[in-house]
């Protein structure tokens, strides 16, 4: 079965430290991937996207991920976090073919500490 | 542009009482829709999702159901709540027919405690 695993359900980190959350699925010859974020009591924002082409992509606010089909993994990046990036991240794929539906990871917490 | 609206967004209901979360997109035509609930401490689960009016897919078995009366409006029903039915609410949609269609948008959200 298609799966998304986060292995991390927690990360803290103090602030201005660099910080990876990882995303890894299960393999199939195409896929898209995303990373949403979640804040306190809000829906789902979405922060950046791979659907083809360039495998780093990057957010506005300093996040990066980089589509590595051979690890089958879209881990999160960001070199120097800020208290306001505490929130629940999710990893997200869909595979072609899937009616265009999405596969969540369980979410990683980020916890920014001053 | 397109925006999505979703409400209530807090609901408080008692067990056995009958549920209503609506549904609404704007600026598109022809999104496909989706239902998809977070559990407490859990990731989301889809629910629902349609490609068009009148059109449901369930995901999985449970006590709740969904509509599509128009075009741009999606609702998701319980007649009779369990407690296993509380959880936070997400209704997203998918712009089809254009080279951004593969990108889900999510609205804010319904909370909803079964007591």
């Known amino acids: 079965a298609q799966s998304v695993t986060q292995l991390d359900s927690q990360v803290p980190v103090f602030e201005e430290a660099p910080v990876e959350l990882r995303c890894n699925y299960s393999?199939?010859?195409?896929?898209?991937l995303f990373w949403y974020v979640q804040y306190p009591n809000q829906g789902l924002q979405l922060l950046l996207k791979?659907?083809?082409?360039?495998?780093l992509v990057e957010s506005i606010n300093g996040f990066e991920a980089e589509f590595n089909k051979s690890q089958t993994s879209f881990h999160l990046r960001k070199p120097s976090v800020h208290i306001s990036d505490t929130a629940e991240y999710f990893c997200?794929?869909?595979?072609?073919?899937?009616?265009?539906?999405?596969?969540f990871g369980s979410g990683t917490r980020l916890l920014v500490r001053p | 542009s397109q925006t999505i609206h979703q409400w209530p967004a807090t609901l408080v209901q008692p067990v056995g009482s009958p549920l209503s979360l609506e549904c609404t997109v704007e600026g598109t035509s022809n999104p496909n829709l989706y239902w998809y609930r977070q559990a407490a401490g859990r990731g989301l689960q889809l629910l629902f999702y349609s490609v068009g009016i009148g059109q449901i897919s369930s995901e999985v078995p449970q006590n709740l159901s969904a509509s599509r009366p128009q075009d741009r409006q999606f609702i998701l029903s319980s007649k009779k709540l369990l407690l296993s039915d509380s959880g936070f609410y997400l209704c997203a949609w998918r712009e089809t027919g254009t080279s951004s269609g593969n990108t889900i948008y999510f609205g804010e959200g319904s909370w909803l405690t079964v007591v």
């Open positions: 791979y659907l083809s082409g360039s495998t």
């Open positions: 393999s199939s010859v195409s896929v898209y």
């Open positions: 997200a794929v869909m595979y072609g073919g899937s009616s265009y539906k999405l596969i």
